[in-house]
Nanobody, 123 residues
Framework: QVQLVESGGGLVQAGGSLRLSCAAS????????MGWFRQAPGKDREFVAA????????YYGDSVKGRFTISRDNAKKTVYLQMNSLKPEDTAVYYC????????????????WGQGTQVTVSS
């Protein structure tokens, strides 16, 4: 199976930037669509971004378009989320997920999840 470990979360001021990483283990990582989701306390898990295995197709939630960029390095088995122009409403636990779902914005279609990394954006 695939194991995912997020890193790079922390406290940042509004308008700042942060880069999250998701390190994966697994033989078939190169063929997985990978996604980022986030969840704030008391709220549903929200789709943030996804990327297919070839880096050809990128998907973003409406709330982060133009500010966040997803990328991957298959040789390093790592997915990244570059977050710019951060807002307080971006505060959440961020999770990476994978296993090649057809509906990239649907959490239930992902088989593997990391433990999450906290991102806190101060006003």
């Amino acid at each position: 199976q695939v194991q995912l470990v997020e890193s790079g979360g922390g406290l940042v001021q509004a308008g700042g930037s942060l880069r999250l990483s998701c390190a994966a283990s697994g033989r078939t990582f190169e063929h997985y669509t990978m996604g980022w989701f986030r969840q704030a306390p008391g709220k549903d898990r929200e789709f943030v971004a996804a990327i297919d295995w070839s880096n050809t197709n990128l998907y973003y939630g409406d709330s982060v378009k133009g500010r966040f960029t997803i990328s991957r390095d298959n040789a390093k088995k790592t997915v990244y989320l570059q977050m710019n122009s951060l807002k307080p409403e971006d505060t959440a636990v961020y999770y990476c997920a994978g296993d090649g779902p057809l509906r990239v914005a649907t959490p239930a279609e992902y088989d593997y999840w990391g433990q999450g990394t906290q991102v806190t954006v101060s006003s």
